[in-house]
């Protein structure tokens, strides 16, 4: 069975402070897929990134950037430069590789930018 | 958004009601999910649709609800004799293939039970 924890309930931070959301994930597969989503308040599920297992290399996006480890089986997110809009709910997900896999969230990491 | 269309946005029904909550995919994804929401949690995989092959149903939570999808494409999710518990946000998403491609949602259904 396929678990994702984000340890990290809610993180407030100052504008401009660089933080980093936890996600760890469990699964038997030696083929599985990784994602970041965001939920602003407005509620729409936003795709950020995906990843699979064959691939560790890190992946910057402007202020973004992630961190896979499979020695730890931990997918980490930092946004450096934090701004206000990145105040949102983040959620990471993991899919094992088959026709019939679905997607298993955590439970989300609610980051609180204050300016 | 995000090539799924969702209806209605909110939908406020008496306890004991029967309530239908759709699901519009843009053509072409094949695979097709719901996931509850509850206030402040995460989000609670209910079904999985893909292509022609019989539906992963393993995440409904009681036998008060079911889905079916039409013609590969529009998605309906009955909820019978409704409790407040079913209070929720449902999400629809779309996904190009199935097993490990990412997953484009809809902005959700807003269901009150009072």
């Known amino acids: 069975a396929q678990k994702v924890t984000q340890a990290q309930t809610e993180i407030s931070v100052v504008e401009k402070e660089d933080v980093t959301l936890d996600c760890v994930y469990e699964t038997r597969d030696t083929t599985y897929y990784l994602f970041w989503y965001k939920q602003p308040p407005s509620g729409e599920l936003v795709f950020l990134i995906r990843?699979?297992?064959?691939?560790?290399q890190n992946e910057i996006s402007g202020r973004y950037s992630w961190n896979f480890q499979k020695s730890t089986s931990s997918f980490n997110f930092t946004i450096t430069a934090s701004q206000v809009v990145d105040s949102a709910v983040y959620f990471c997900?993991?899919?094992?590789?088959?026709?019939?896999?679905?997607?298993?969230f955590g439970k989300g990491t609610m980051l609180l930018v204050s300016p | 958004g995000a090539g799924v269309s969702q209806s209605p946005s909110n939908k406020v029904t008496e306890k004991g009601k029967d309530v239908e909550l759709r699901c519009d995919p843009i053509?072409?994804?094949?695979?097709l999910y719901w996931y509850r929401q509850s206030l402040g949690q995460g989000l609670e995989f209910l079904i999985y649709f893909q292509g022609n092959s019989a539906p992963d149903k393993s995440g409904l939570p009681s036998d008060r609800f079911s889905a079916e999808r039409t013609g590969g494409s529009v998605s309906t999710l009955t909820i019978q004799r409704t409790q407040q518990e079913d209070s929720a946000v449902y999400l629809c998403a779309r996904s190009l293939l199935a097993g490990g491609t990412e997953a484009f949602f809809g902005q959700g259904t807003r269901l009150t039970v009072v």
């Open positions: 997900a993991l899919s094992e590789a088959g026709r019939y896999s679905t997607l298993t």
């Open positions: 990843r699979n297992s064959f691939d560790e």
């Open positions: 053509s072409g994804h094949t695979a």
